[in-house]
């Protein structure tokens, strides 16, 4: 199939051209990317309707590099086994829709916020590369367009500043780390199974060595997704990188690349032992409340949003975890609508902040007059997100919640008979969500204009039309969901089921929420309480100040000692390991004091070790 | 090819060496022309016989026939590991004398330098080919005493005394080695390396030849850098002038220790388990230590120095795996395996290590520093530093589409393969340290403060060419990984190193 070869090779190869065209005529460069990733939703659009099939990439003959190489060259035909089923095609389509929308807003945003030099190459190698990933058969080189994909997203942020150069640095060493721990994974899987083909290899997790491999790959997954204890890139990114980056990768490509390996990993590589779904399922939750709990006291609302980018992974982990058939459809279906609604909010927060130039949600206010089609599209964004319906964001959820309802009914082990905790968790999440999406919008949209914001304008269409195809597609997707979105898309990668809606999750998400939000914003319970007493006088137009928000929080005993533990980095792996690096390093530099005597007698004692042990 | 050939690989440098005072005195200009000449020859020689000579060839110095059956002649043998060894010394050492035309600008007494950077390039060149362990080790003293003077031609405090350092380990090293020679000449009567293979294997009593092999380790684990022995590189290497640097971190540790073993334990002595195992043993130790150490170094040399002690660290770990299953009688695949992936490792190991070096020496010609802390900005104003940097830092680190990522791929794999899950675990996270602090180095040396204008420019163009083509062969390398290619380029090396009994047969055509 023509297609596959071409989805792949021509953004690549268009990605090189376009870093050797200087950056003078950014316009063509714009445009050529604009082109191409029309070209590839197209060729996504082909690959989704055809049938699932495998595909064997045949090199052609290169008779100006001589007989001997050509062969050679051909001979890397070994490895490059592609195998389309649903749950490629289901991914591949998704990643075709993002692709011209980030490039049509590329094009629109400048200036700090926006495209950045060599932006429309490095995004087009990310959109071959990642093409290719969702298609492949064959586990080295899965890893190696892994691994590829690591430089590609540390190039789109552009480090300008120490504090940008040190997001990069991050991004890359946890990701690059990540695919040096899965080598040892599939090296494993290869020693057990003598194959490197994904379609070949099942293997029961019952041994320390399965064990390790298993989360040697999960490991892989859940950085790329952002998942914890592997997430603590991804906030640091989307503060740091142009909204177009972050509505890029974090927010669509590297949730759908993510999620796939998750699914790849836990319904083909492996076989799930109840107490690696236990392990999976309290990861997943892990992520949904503590991303969330960061995400309340935050300040700047790039980083919030990218908190939430987390915790909604955390649901997708949850209902993948679970390992039934409503929980994986459950996982797939909110990783496309997770990826749709937050490049939403990204792109959202992009204009915002390309408007105003201001990071901080409370130097914000009263924008919904002066930006009223991306208030809208926020508006429709944030009740996805919260899972309010009729979005998608609903839809997604409490599947998610009968994934787990029947999880709890079907099976006897530990996780199953957790299911309870697992339920109350997960509509806590999505309260507390909730919760901080009251807070964004209600902070940036709501109350008083600050004097300096006066002026504002809505963005250019080009910039608005990405979020605004977003949010229709939020809409229709929640709206259409049983009747046209389950059965086209998802069930043909999951198997079919029936879904029925459980009221008291939602009821219970908004209730809980708007109170958890009432008691922030008023300044804790006893506030309240002497309010009702008309003790205390309250003003209403600080409903929406988010600085009373964070007041409280931080006030809080309990909370503010782990508040402050985690703003110092130690529920953060990347900043532990670090640390106990560092430290280790320290004790060896000590050792080496420059004196001769020393290193002489470290010879000799090397020398004497030997022996004995001869 | 003719077996005389080979004799022009340490014959032209050593000519050049002793030619170019003179030649200095005509013109004072000439060394540093003549010198990129000579690599360039030696380059061109080395690639031509490592295509067109896929057997081995033994030379003998004068024809002297051998006597009854013991061989009296100097022999010089070139076969697949000699003629891999010598393609990257050659191309190292062009590149770096080409880098050195500009580098070296701003030092007196460059007639010395380009007089001992022939030596020591004739010194590795005859390491890699002689035939018996007499003319082993004075190659290998050539090569040294060499790079003792190189390593203290900045005549500064810091230089003197690594130099000191160097020279005593060095010393102590050599100590060790030639009383480990006289114990095998001692029990054998000959020095000739194929004649010492044929005695070693009557030899009944096994404790003995291991117990010359732990002596070789240490003298040769000195020279090769490896963890306990390993404490005069950072010094050393970080204070040489930067071609140097990449010499010696590139080819110059690998020459005189990593091929010395090699050719030592496979081809002379009988393979053997509890050798292997102290291999993996001080390999695993050297890849961890070594990172551990350089991620903590603001010197941008030093780090780089230490880096280059857990490099060495894979590559004596794989060949210790292979040996393993090798003495073992196991899976000869794996045994293939881990000798691709630690032959491969070396030879990016040269090339990146070699490049990052010239990087840091751009660094230090145009920003006048080393310390990572007093950098930051420079990517605006040196691009090309930057782009090659980054290709090589990527490669070290192991990240596709580099060459460094398919060399340790190869290495995990085969230690896992082989049941090594502590080897293959150390190298994954020995592989994620390296990363993090070449990120570092990215960070500090390129960004990390937003570039003001300054006066800082990017270095001369000669410099600039050894750099990009280092950095181009950083990526080109990959394709080493393709069967057909691997098959010319890393097979006939690696087929050395399996047909252990091969090199003493065909020497003495028995």
Redesign the interface.
């Known amino acids: 199939m023509m297609a596959i070869s071409l989805i792949i090779m021509v953004p690549i190869v268009t990605g090189i051209i376009l870093l050797i065209i200087p950056e003078r005529v950014r316009y063509i460069k714009s445009f050529a990317s604009l082109f191409v990733s029309v070209l590839s939703a197209f060729w996504a659009w082909q690959i989704f309707s055809a049938e699932p099939l495998t595909y064997v990439f045949i090199i052609p003959d290169f008779p100006l590099l001589g007989e001997?190489l050509s062969?050679?060259?051909q001979?890397?035909g070994?490895y490059l086994h592609f195998r389309v089923d649903a749950l490629s095609q289901l991914t591949i389509i998704f990643t075709g829709l993002f692709a011209p929308l980030v490039s049509l807003y590329a094009i629109g945003s400048t200036g700090k916020e926006g495209r950045f030099s060599n932006f429309e190459s490095y995004f087009l190698i990310t959109l071959g590369l990642a093409f290719a990933t969702l298609m492949t058969n064959n586990l080295?080189l899965f890893?190696?367009?892994w691994?590829?994909l690591?430089?590609t997203i540390y190039k789109l942020i552009p480090?300008?500043?120490?504090s940008?150069?040190?997001a990069?640095?991050k991004t890359?060493?946890m990701i690059?780390?990540s695919?040096?721990?899965m080598?040892?994974g599939i090296?494993?899987l290869?020693?057990l199974t003598g194959s490197f083909n994904i379609s070949e290899i099942s293997v029961e997790t019952n041994s320390a060595?399965t064990y390790?491999a298993f989360f040697a790959l999960i490991a892989g997954s859940f950085t790329k997704a952002g998942a914890f204890p592997f997430h603590s890139w991804v906030p640091d990114f989307t503060k740091e990188a142009p909204s177009v980056s972050s509505a890029y990768l974090p927010a669509a490509l590297d949730k759908l690349l993510g999620i796939y390996f998750l699914v790849r990993i836990c319904h083909d590589l492996f076989i799930m032992t109840d107490i690696v779904r236990l392990i999976i399922i309290v990861a997943g939750i892990i992520s949904i409340i503590i991303a969330v709990m960061m995400a309340l006291i935050q300040h700047d609302y790039k980083k919030v949003l990218g908190f939430h980018a987390i915790s909604q992974v955390g649901y997708m982990v949850l209902g993948i975890g679970l390992g039934n058939v409503v929980g994986l459809a459950a996982g797939l279906f909110h990783m496309i609508n997770n990826a749709v609604f937050k490049s939403g909010l990204f792109f959202i927060s992009g204009n915002i902040k390309k408007m105003t130039g201001k990071a901080k949600l409370d130097q914000l206010g009263g924008l919904w007059t002066k930006m009223p089609v991306t208030f809208l599209c926020g508006m429709v964004f944030a009740l996805s997100i919260s899972g309010i319906p009729p979005f998608n964001g609903y839809v997604s959820k409490s599947m998610i919640y009968q994934g787990i309802i029947d999880f709890g009914s079907s099976g006897t082990g530990m996780a199953n008979n957790l299911w309870m905790l697992w339920l109350g968790l997960a509509v806590l999440g999505s309260a507390l969500t909730l919760v901080n999406f009251i807070k964004l919008v209600g902070s940036a949209f709501f109350g008083k204009v600050p004097g300096n914001l006066i002026k504002t304008r809505e963005t250019k269409p080009i910039m608005w039309l990405p979020s605004a195809i977003l949010a229709i597609i939020c809409l229709f997707t929640g709206v259409f969901a049983k009747s046209w979105v389950m059965p086209n898309i998802i069930f043909s990668a999951t198997g079919t089921f029936e879904t029925y809606s459980i009221w008291y999750t939602t009821f219970a998400t908004v209730v809980l929420g708007i109170f958890i939000y009432l008691v922030l914003a008023t300044g804790g319970i006893r506030k309240i309480v002497m309010i009702i007493r008309a003790k205390e006088k309250f003003y209403f137009g600080n409903i929406f100040s988010a600085k009373v928000l964070y007041n409280t929080l931080r006030n809080a005993s309990v909370l503010s000692k782990v508040f402050e533990m985690a703003n110092n980095g130690m529920f953060d792996i990347y900043h532990i390991l670090?640390k106990s690096?560092?430290f280790?390093?320290?004790r060896?530099?000590l050792m080496?004091d420059?004196i001769?005597q020393?290193?002489?007698s470290?010879?000799i004692?090397?020398?004497i070790i030997?022996?004995i042990?001869? | 090819m003719d077996g005389w050939i080979i004799v022009l690989f340490f014959v032209i440098p050593l000519f050049g060496a002793f030619v170019m005072p003179v030649t200095y005195l005509f013109s004072s200009d000439s060394p540093k022309f003549i010198t990129p000449v000579i690599t360039f020859v030696l380059l061109i020689l080395s690639l031509y016989s490592f295509v067109y000579q896929p057997e081995q060839i033994a030379y003998i110095i004068g024809g002297w026939k051998p006597v009854g059956d013991v061989p009296i002649a100097i022999y010089l043998v070139y076969d697949g590991l000699s003629g891999f060894m010598l393609v990257i010394i050659n191309l190292i050492a062009f590149f770096s004398s080409v880098y050195a035309i500009n580098y070296m600008e701003e030092y007196t007494g460059q007639k010395y330098f380009y007089v001992l950077m022939c030596l020591m390039i004739a010194g590795m060149n005859g390491v890699v080919l002689a035939g018996d362990l007499f003319n082993l080790f004075v190659f290998t003293e050539i090569a040294a005493k060499s790079s003792y003077a190189l390593v203290a031609f900045g005549v500064k405090k810091d230089e003197l005394e690594a130099s000191?350092?160097y020279q005593?380990?060095g010393g102590?090293?050599n100590l060790?080695i030639l009383f480990g020679i006289a114990m095998i000449y001692w029990q054998t009567q000959t020095l000739n390396m194929a004649d010492i293979s044929y005695m070693l294997q009557n030899v009944e009593n096994n404790?003995f030849p291991?117990?010359i092999q732990?002596?070789l380790?240490?003298g040769f684990?000195?020279k090769a850098a490896l963890i306990?022995?390993h404490?005069?590189l950072?010094?050393a290497h970080s204070s040489a002038p930067s071609p140097i640097s990449a010499m010696l971190s590139g080819v110059l540790i690998k020459t005189l220790g990593v091929y010395v073993i090699m050719r030592l334990f496979f081809n002379v002595f009988p393979v053997n388990e509890?050798v292997s195992i102290?291999l993996i043993a001080l390999g695993g130790l050297s890849m961890i230590?070594g990172v551990?150490?350089a991620?903590?170094a603001w010197d941008l040399k030093r780090m780089l120095a230490y880096s280059s002690i857990s490099h060495v660290g894979y590559i004596i770990a794989g060949l210790g795996i292979g040996m393993i299953m090798l003495a073992r009688g196991e899976n000869q695949f794996v045994a293939t395996l881990a000798f691709t992936g630690s032959l491969f490792h070396l030879a990016n190991h040269a090339v990146f290590k070699g490049l990052l070096f010239l990087n840091a020496g751009a660094i230090e010609y145009a920003a006048n520093t080393r310390d990572m802390k007093q950098m930051g900005g420079l990517?605006k104003f040196m691009p090309i530093t930057l782009t090659s940097s980054f290709s090589a830092s990527?490669s070290i680190?192991?990240?596709?589409?580099f060459s460094g990522?398919f060399s340790?791929?190869i290495i995990?794999?085969a230690?896992?393969?082989a049941g090594f899950?502590l080897i293959?675990?150390l190298a994954?996270v020995a592989?994620?340290?390296t990363?993090?602090y070449f990120?570092?180095f990215?960070?500090y040396a390129?960004?990390?403060?937003?570039s003001v204008s300054s006066s800082i420019k990017e270095v001369p163009n000669l410099m600039r060419m050894s750099m990009i083509s280092l950095a181009i062969l950083c990526l080109l390398m990959s394709?080493l990984i393709?069967?057909?290619?691997r098959e010319v380029f890393l097979n006939p090396a690696v087929n050395t190193l399996m047909e252990t009994t091969d090199y003493a047969d065909k020497i003495l055509g028995r």
């Open positions: 001997e062969l050679a060259l001979s890397l070994l080295l890893i190696f367009l691994g590829a690591a430089l480090s300008k500043d120490s940008s150069s040190a990069a640095k890359l060493i690059g780390a695919d040096g721990i080598i040892a090296a494993i290869y020693s060595i390790f670090r690096v560092f280790i390093n320290k060896l530099s080496h420059g001769l020393t290193y002489l470290w010879v004692a090397g020398l030997l022996l042990f001869l | 000191f350092k005593v380990l102590m090293a060790i404790i291991v117990f732990l002596i380790i240490t684990g000195v306990p022995f404490a005069w950072p010094d509890s102290v230590i551990l150490l991620v903590g990517a990527m680190s192991g990240l596709p589409p990522f340790k791929l995990i794999l230690a896992v393969i899950y293959a675990g994954v592989g994620i340290i990363l993090a990120v570092k990215q960070k390129f960004y990390n403060k937003p394709v393709l069967p057909e290619i």
